[in-house]
Structures are given as structure tokens and as C-alpha cells.
Nanobody, 124 residues
């Protein structure tokens, strides 16, 4: 699935951003979707994932209570609402997909394939 991210930018600590990810596949409702990020010198890490239907979500401990993932399968779009941003949230954010319809296959952040160039988030 091709995915195009947008919405990144530079904010001060405590600020907010909303990332968007548009999918190319009209069958996106058959995919788990998630957000991942990679900071310079660090490995890619999972941030948040959503079940194929959007009814279930999971978050990395570091972003719980601050980030919210959502999706609109009709609009083929996924979002990541980020509040109370911290310096350590800085990184290149990617959306990714995993063809699975069972929530237990979506949640572990494993097996996802990124499909775009990412969008940069800088908190400083």
C-alpha cells in the first residue's frame, strides 16, 4: 500500500501537531495501520497502531495519554493527533500498513511495512 504522510513541522515543547496519512489502496479497511518514528541514530520504533476497522488502538508507553491515532477508511486516511510534545518526540514519522484483520495481529507493532517518505517532526 502506498502511503503519503503530511503534517510534520517544528514546534516548541508542549505544542501540538496533527499528522495525516493517505493510502492509495481502496481496500485499506483490510489493513492494520500504524505510525512509526525514527530519530537520528536510533532504531525505528512503533508509536501507535489501529485495527483494520479502527475500533481498537495501541500505543507505545512513551506516548500514551498524549497521542491519538484515528482513521477514516472511507477517506482512506489515518491521523495522529500529538499533544504536549516533548523533545524526545523528535523524529521522522512514517505511516505503515500490515495486511491483517485480527486485532491480535495488529497490536505488536511487528511486520508493518512503511509506504512513504515520512514527515519530519522537530520539537525544540
Amino acid at each position: 500500500v502506498q502511503l503519503v504522510e503530511s503534517g510534520g513541522g517544528s514546534v516548541m515543547p508542549g505544542g501540538s501537531l496533527r499528522l495525516s496519512c493517505v493510502a492509495s489502496d481502496p481496500d485499506v479497511s483490510e489493513y492494520c495501520l500504524g505510525w512509526f518514528r525514527q530519530a537520528p541514530g536510533k532504531q525505528r520504533e512503533g508509536v501507535a497502531v489501529s485495527s483494520a476497522g479502527g475500533g481498537a488502538t495501541a500505543y507505545a508507553d512513551s506516548v500514551k495519554g498524549r497521542f491519538t491515532i484515528s482513521r477514516d477508511n472511507v477517506q482512506l486516511t489515518m491521523y495522529l493527533e500529538m499533544r504536549n510534545l516533548r523533545v524526545e518526540d523528535t523524529g521522522l514519522y512514517y505511516c505503515a500498513s500490515l495486511r491483517a484483520t485480527r486485532w491480535k495481529d495488529c497490536a505488536p507493532f511487528k511486520g508493518y511495512v512503511t509506504g512513504g517518505q515520512g514527515t519530519q517532526v522537530t520539537v525544540s
